[in-house]
Antibody
Framework: QVQLQESGPGLVKPSETLSLTCTVSSGSISSYYWSWIRQPPGKGLEWIGYVDNSGTTNYNPSLQSRVTISVDTSKNQFFLILSSVTAADTAMYFC??????????????WGKGTTVTVSS | DIQMTQSPSSLSASVGDRVTITCRASQSISSYLNWYQQKPGKAPNLLIYAASSLQSGVPSRFSGSGSGTDFTLIISCLQPEDFATYYCQQSYSPPLTFGGGTKVEIK
């Protein structure tokens, strides 16, 4: 079945840019939307945004000014860029597939997550 | 944004207990409500979608109900592997939002 794997630097300096990749394997990136979600240590889940296979995006307004999500269908990958990071961006970052049945949407396949620490 | 409020934030229960977790939306979301289970250090796992539909492979002791603003997740007979944190999430409109979580601990 389809699997997701996050990759990217585990340590980012304050004010710099966080860049993560999610690689989709054993399935196509087409026909689905793909999300990024994060979870600060000991806290709950926060949806960052999603992208579809044509590159159409939707972002959380709380992060919209700093976030870009994109897709490369030829590589079966999608990406997260978060600029001007601070310690508040320290979190586990998950990528996930938005599955659907009729008009109901849900995140049914998740990567294992990657820890990103913002520190000098 | 639609705010999702879960209660309780934590509970202690024994194996075999019936456990009920509630989730309230700040506005009507019809049945666009999902439930996830998360164990420490792991990604969330989808349990229920569309408020009451059981995801494939999820044990039938899990069930969901509700519509509009009030929703419930029930674990009918708690098993050792069910000790985890549970989150509700609305998919009615972006930004997608999660409840604060309910941690189910061993009594």
């Amino acid at each position: 079945q389809v699997q997701l794997q996050e990759s990217g630097p585990g340590l980012v300096k304050p004010s710099e840019t966080l860049s993560l990749t999610c690689t989709v394997s054993s399935g196509s990136i087409s026909s689905y939307y793909w999300s990024w979600i994060r979870q600060p240590p000991g806290k709950g889940l926060e949806w960052i945004g999603y992208v579809d296979n044509s590159g159409t995006t939707n972002y959380n307004p709380s992060l919209q000014s700093r976030v870009t999500i994109s897709v490369d269908t030829s590589k079966n990958q999608f990406f997260l860029i978060l600029s001007s990071v601070t310690a508040a961006d320290t979190a586990m970052y998950f990528c996930a597939r938005r599955g659907y049945k009729s008009y109901y949407y849900y995140m049914d396949v998740w990567g294992k997550g990657t820890t990103v620490t913002v520190s000098s | 944004d639609i705010q999702m409020t879960q209660s309780p934030s934590s509970l202690s229960a024994s194996v075999g207990d019936r456990v009920t977790i509630t989730c309230r939306a700040s506005q009507s979301i019809s049945s666009y409500l999902n439930w996830y289970q998360q164990k420490p250090g792991k990604a969330p796992n989808l349990l229920i979608y569309a408020a009451s539909s059981l995801q494939s492979g999820v044990p039938s002791r899990f069930s969901g109900s509700g519509s509009g603003t009030d929703f419930t997740l029930i674990i009918s007979c708690l098993q050792p592997e069910d000790f985890a944190t549970y989150y509700c999430q609305q998919s009615y409109s972006p930004p997608l939002t999660f409840g604060g979580g309910t941690k189910v601990e061993i009594k």
